[in-house]
Each structure stands twice: as C-alpha cells, then as structure tokens.
C-alpha cells in the first residue's frame, strides 16, 4: 500500500536528516563566502537547488504516493507551461504537514503542504498558490534577495538550508533548536517583500488565468488566509514568508476584475486528491470514515463519487477490506481508467492476499499507459508481493530510465534485489538510494559491498562498479565546491 513519506526532523544546527540519512551521510554543505554570493547564475542555482532538495528527502516527512505526486505534478506542469521566463524543468512535491503553505526555492523545486490541498476549496485556489510560487522561482526573488544580502559574509548553504527548511516545514521546532541568528538568517532568505510579492501577485495570476483557472480565486483563497488571522494568534504558516498587508487581498482582488470572468468545471481529480489526503494524512481513519459518512449523508450533490473514494480509503486502512471493495468497485466500473481508483483496488486486492490478481489485472492498463508512475509503481509493488522479482524489476529498470531520480522506484528496486537474493545488485540500488539523499561516500560502501559478491569471472560488472565507486567519490568532492 502506498502509503509512505519520509520522516524526518530536526537534528542539528546546520543540516536536518532523518535517522537512516544521518546514518549514512558524511556529507557537508560548504560556505559559499561573500563573493560567491554576489551573483548567483543559472547553473549554480539549479546545483543549490539539489542540494537542498537531498536535505529535504532527509528532513521533513516527504509524501512518496505516486497518485498525488501525478495529481500535483500534472497541476504544476500545466501552470508551467503558461508561466512566464521559464529557465529550466519545475519539481513538485508534497510535505505531510496540515499547515496550510506552499514555498519555492532555488532551481524551480516547489513544495506543497498537504494541509493547503486539504484547506483549498477548488482546484483554483490551489492553482492560485502554486502560480504564485512559480512567478518567485521565474522572477529570480530568492535569488536577487540572495544576490543584494548586505551582511553575507558569514552565510553559509548549511545557514540558508537550515533556516529555509525551519521555516516552512517545521518553523516551531525550527525556532526551539536553532539558533535565533540562523533560523533568522533562513527566514530572511525566503521572506518576501512586498514588492515581490505584488509581483508575484501578477505574474501568477497571469499564469493561473493562462492555465485556463479563475483569477477571482486568488482573492479568495487570501481572504480565507486573512480570516484566520483575526481569530489566531499565529498566523498560518504561509504568512510567516508571504507578507499579508491589508491592502494586498483588495489589491488581488481588483486586479482579478481585469479578467474577463470565467465558468470553470468542478475538477474530480482535485476532490479526489483532496478527499486521499483526508483519509490518508489528515485524519485518523476512524475520523476520516465519520466524516466521510456525514458528508455523504449531508451532500445533495449528484456526484458523490469523491466522498466515497474517500470512505473507501478509510475503511482498507481499517483493514475493513470487503467494505472498502464494495464501495470502490462501482466508482472503478464507471471510470475504469481512473488512477485513483486503480491504485486503491491494488490495495485491496493486494491486502486480500491476491497480488497475483493484481498483477494480472494492471498488466493491461500498463501496457497502454507505459511509464505512468502510478501503474507503473502499483504494478511493479503488485509484482514484487506475488514474487515476480523479474517481472518487477523489468517494469521499474524501464520506468526509471525516464524518471531517472525517482525514489520511491529505487526504494522497490532494493526490494526486487533483496527479494531475489541478487547481493551485487541490492547493494548497488542501496548506493543509488544513497546517492539522492547526498550520502555518498556511505552509497561508495555499499558499491565496495557490491564488489565483495560480484564473482572472478564478471570483469565487466567488477569494472563498472569499480568506476562508481570512482564516481561517488568524486561526487563527494564535487558537491564541497557548490
């Protein structure tokens, strides 16, 4: 069941990693010095990006759920498309966090709360917030903020990874442990002014309106943001980087008007979306099936299909599995090729001790979807459940040529290999896993591991891996020179 996310937390003073990162990681972030940061190119924008993306994998509870990550991805990929001085490919991702925020850094990584998807009202909402991340990594702010920081001299990548990830992921324990200079330091970097955030304002509504949203959403989604503020006495996280004057969501609201007004159809997948985020990491599901049955009972919609997919989700965490089939057979007899619904009757087929059911019924959709994430993932996990290590390891050796970072298929790749017994390949995808959190001299252990089970007679194999082995190394060296 896909069910995963990385947990993680705060550590130390200069880097976050979760225990099994710590563990394996040698690695350290270097000072960039003063005059590196007066101006910050493309490239090594894109490199500061990484490496801080590698930080994140260790340090906050990272959601590895291919349907949301398609969902998200998809949604970020069309505003991108729309968005103006696009430099290079945007990343999307999602925390497992229930405060309502969203943040962008270097190298168009952008990261999404769970808790915004589950506080938004309609997919425009969302889309409002995500365009207007995309317009303050397109628009350079954090990189020009960094560019003009006066007093640099003792600012470091380990100073600004820090404070960034204290700030939009954990701020509170961020505030408890790290010291109040670097956490502020962090906080300064990926404040935004006002400036930037008028025009980040434009050019995301732009970008919504482009992308075929409604602009008047925007203005609403901070006039929710504004009405919280007058009943709490921290205001939610998203405030904490993204000024909120009074005058802004007026402002937003008028410049909305300039829009020729739009009649946009309920999207599904948004409710969808919305409604597994509900049940798998919002709620306990035993608050999640009563909520999802009052709704039921409450809804005059005509389309209740979302708030069953829901219930259906809380009822298989419950291991209440036959309830859960009931109600998701008829959503999936309606809209066969619906991923949400595919992914969930894995589940259930998988959690009735049928995986080679499983496997037998996606190999169709995969053959037509090939490389789809979620039935390329639900297949290869299906796969390794009934014991088909090959068949699994097919589908993912193919799926990661075209997803060559992706996590979660390097995780099961290890699974294959273990399940199989293949020792030189299990320690290899060990390596490789290693190598996205930034471990690697641990990921050249395991290479030297490998090499204690590759046999005499495979000198090809013993000179590839020697050549890793080289190579994450090097790469070790490299990353000290960002």
């Avoid at 937390?9 to 976050?16: A, D």
């Avoid at 901070?222 to 009074?246: C, E, G, I, M, Y």
């Avoid at 259930?348 to 490389?371: F, M």
Wanted: aromatic content about 8%.
């Amino acid at each position: 069941m896909f069910k995963r996310f990385l947990l993680g937390g705060l550590l130390s003073s200069t880097v976050f990693l979760s225990s099994f990162a710590q563990a394996q990681t040698d690695f350290k972030l270097p000072d960039l010095g003063s005059s590196a940061l007066e101006v910050l190119p493309i490239d090594k924008e894109k490199a500061l990006g990484k490496v801080m993306m590698m930080q994140i994998r260790g340090g906050s509870p990272l959601v590895q759920d291919p349907v949301l990550d398609e969902y998200i991805t998809s949604l970020g990929n069309k505003l991108v498309a729309n968005a103006n001085d696009v430099r290079f490919p945007f990343t999307f991702f999602l925390i497992n966090n229930q405060a309502i925020n969203a943040f962008a850094f270097y190298g168009g990584h952008v990261g999404i709360h769970t808790g915004l998807i589950a506080q938004s009202d309609n997919e425009s909402q969302l889309a409002s917030v995500i365009g207007h991340e995309i317009a303050h990594v397109t628009q350079r702010h954090l990189a020009r903020r960094l560019q003009h920081q006066k007093d640099n001299s003792a600012l470091t990548v380990a100073g600004i990874v820090t404070g960034i990830l204290a700030a939009v992921i954990a701020p509170d324990a961020g505030m408890a442990i790290l010291s109040a200079s670097t956490t502020q330091a962090g906080i300064s970097q990926l404040s935004h002014s006002r400036k930037a955030e008028q025009e980040a304002d434009r050019f995301g509504m732009q970008t919504l309106y482009k992308a075929g949203f409604d602009p008047s959403q925007a203005g609403e989604f901070l006039s929710k943001l504004a009405n919280q503020v007058r009943f709490q006495t921290k205001p939610p996280t998203f405030l904490l980087t993204h000024p909120l004057p009074d005058t802004r969501v007026s402002d937003v609201r008028l410049r909305a008007q300039q829009y020729s007004a739009k009649q946009i159809q309920e999207s599904l997948k948004f409710k969808l979306a919305k409604s597994r985020i509900i049940a798998r990491y919002q709620l306990d599901s035993k608050d999640a099936q009563a909520l999802f049955e009052n709704e039921l009972k409450k809804s005059s919609e005509l389309n209740k299909a979302y708030l069953h997919y829901g219930l259906a989700i809380s009822l298989l965490d419950q291991k209440k599995i036959q309830q859960a089939e009931k109600l998701l057979y008829p959503l999936l007899k309606d809209d066969p090729n619906n991923l949400f619904y595919l992914d969930v009757y894995t589940d259930i087929l998988i959690a009735k001790g049928e995986a080679k059911k499983a496997v037998e019924y996606l190999t169709h959709h995969n053959e037509l979807r090939p490389n789809n994430q979620v039935l390329a993932l639900n297949y290869a996990n299906a796969a390794i459940k009934a014991k088909k290590y090959a068949k699994a390891e097919q589908t993912l050796k193919l799926f990661l040529l075209s997803e060559q970072n992706h996590l979660l298929a390097k995780e099961l790749l290890t699974e294959v290999y273990k399940g199989s017994d293949n020792k030189s390949a299990y320690y290899e995808a060990k390596a490789d896993v290693l190598a996205e959190y930034g471990a690697f001299l641990k990921a050249a252990d395991e290479i030297q591991r490998a090499l204690n089970h590759v046999k005499a007679s495979e000198t090809v194999k013993k000179t590839r891996l020697k050549a890793l082995l080289k190579q994450y190394r090097q790469m070790q060296k490299e990353i000290a020179k960002l």
